[in-house]
Each structure stands twice: as structure tokens, then as C-alpha cells.
């Protein structure tokens, strides 16, 4: 006869006429779940308070960009009035620049606090114990270096949130089939985050040979420069919404589901079933 450890079936063998029952405790206890059996950790109260900063920050972004775009809109009517021949106070050039100077500074703050905070929400959701380690593909290294990667950064990520957040929803009811998906939002949110990074770096390109201090630049070029540039920040806009709706809901998918756990191993097929599962306290003929 060999014992059940709790786990597994162990190679310590035992009396055959020996049969020991369980006592009620042990019957109690809860099966091991995925976070003791496999390291993977709890959500704490630091991981909603990061949630709670990334969601403020993100909010924070759409409104420096609309800073943004004042800036922007009044450098455009500016440029109109020169082109018209209207008179213009020259200091207001110099205000317009300090305007859109701090506009830029703020955005580019923003922007690194909340690169920050979404790779520290995602790392702890992506280690936590309220998803399936085995719906998920790649290491929680790769889920966040993914990101920094030229050529990989523009799949990859979007591949770690599909897993993370179908390993967080493997075992909610309300799931009908066995493989629920985050529908729209995910795909939506990808397209647009690449759109915004294109358009962002075509706008900054633009920009520098629209506004060079050479003066070479026409009217017309300046004000595509700023058409391109509007559109940019309307997209980065777009772009911070759906990725609030996306840590909304990849969030309320972790917090909803109990503690995953990981099934139970059974017993050989030449075995009978064990009459206990407390350590040394279980025999089996082997």
C-alpha cells in the first residue's frame, strides 16, 4: 500500500491491513490553490491601489492632451491672422510657444506615469492568483518586456492582455462556452493604440520641418502640420478611453473570480481511491 501525501501518490509504502481514516480537520481544508501551489500571488490592497492611480493618470492624459489642442488651435488662428495681413501683437507668438512648451511637458509626464503604472498593473494581475496559469502563453517577463521589443511590441502585448484576461474569466459561470473572449474592446483598443503611435510620430515629423528655425516652411504646410496634429490627439484620446475601459475590465475579471485552484491529482489506474487526504494519514494498494 503506498500513502497520499495531499498531492500525489507518494513511493512509502504500508501495512496492507492498515486503514486509517481521516479525521474531520482535515476534510475541512480547502484543496491547495493555484498561489501555493505554483507561487503565484494574491491580489493585495497595493494592486487596486496602482488600478486606481492608472485609471486617474489615464484620465489625467486625455486632459493634457485637450491642453494639447487649445495650444494648437490657437497657434492655427495665429498663423490665419498673419496670412490675412491682420495686425498681431508679437508677444502673443511668445505666449502661444510657452503655452504649448508646458502643454508638451505635461503630456510627456503623463504619459511615462501611466506606461509605469500599466506595466505594474499588469505584471501583478498577470502573476496573480486569480487567473489560469495554464491559459497563459508567454512568461510574466515576456508580458512586460514584451513592450520594449522593435517588431515584437506590435503583437505580442496585445496577445498577453487576450490571455490575461481569458485566464481570469476560464472559470466564471457566466461564461457559456469554455473559452471566453474579451469580444470588441481588446482588437479596438490595439488598432487604435497602433493608429495613435503611428499618427503621433508622423505628426512629430511634420511638426519639426513645419516649424524649423530655418523659416523655410510655407503657410500651408504649417496649418497640414497642425491638421495632422489634431487628428493625432484625437486618436491618442480614443486611444486613452479604450484603454480605460480595458484595465476596467480585465480588473472587475480578476476581482470577480474566486481564487483559481488547480484540479486535484488522481490516483494510478491499478489504485483504489484514496479514504483521506491529510499526509501520512492515507494507504492505497499499489
Known sequence: MRYWDGRGWTDILADSTTVLRPDRASLSQPGP?????????????SFFLVTQ???????????????????????ARFLGDIHAGSDVDPSQADTIDRFNLVASIAAVLVYLCCIVLW?????????????????????SGWAVGSWFVPVLNLA??????????????????????????????????????LANGF??????????RAFA???????DEMITALRVE??????????????????RGTTRALTSQPTATVPQPHA???TATPSATTPGKVSSTG
Do not use: C, E, K
Open 199 to 208: 499618427l503621433g510620430n508622423l505628426s512629430f515629423r511634420m511638426s519639426g
Open 119 to 139: 506595466l505594474v498593473w499588469l505584471h501583478r494581475g498577470y502573476v496573480s492568483d486569480r487567473v489560469d496559469p495554464r491559459l497563459l502563453r508567454h512568461s
Open 33 to 45: 490553490s493555484v498561489g501555493s501551489m505554483s507561487g503565484r500571488r494574491p491580489l493585495t490592497r
Open 230 to 247: 489634431w487628428v493625432s490627439i484625437a486618436v491618442a484620446i480614443a486611444s486613452a478611453v479604450l484603454a480605460l475601459l480595458v484595465v
Open 53 to 75: 492611480a492608472l485609471q486617474g493618470f489615464l484620465i489625467l492624459y486625455m486632459g493634457v492632451q485637450l491642453l494639447g489642442l487649445a495650444g494648437s488651435l490657437m497657434l
Open 268 to 270: 494510478p489506474a491499478s
Open 213 to 219: 528655425d530655418d523659416g523655410t516652411a510655407g503657410y
Open 156 to 193: 505580442r502585448p496585445f496577445g498577453v492582455h487576450s490571455d490575461l484576461w481569458r485566464a481570469a474569466l476560464a472559470r466564471d459561470p457566466r461564461a457559456a462556452s469554455g473559452d471566453p473572449r474579451p469580444g470588441w474592446l481588446l482588437p479596438t483598443w490595439w488598432g487604435v493604440w
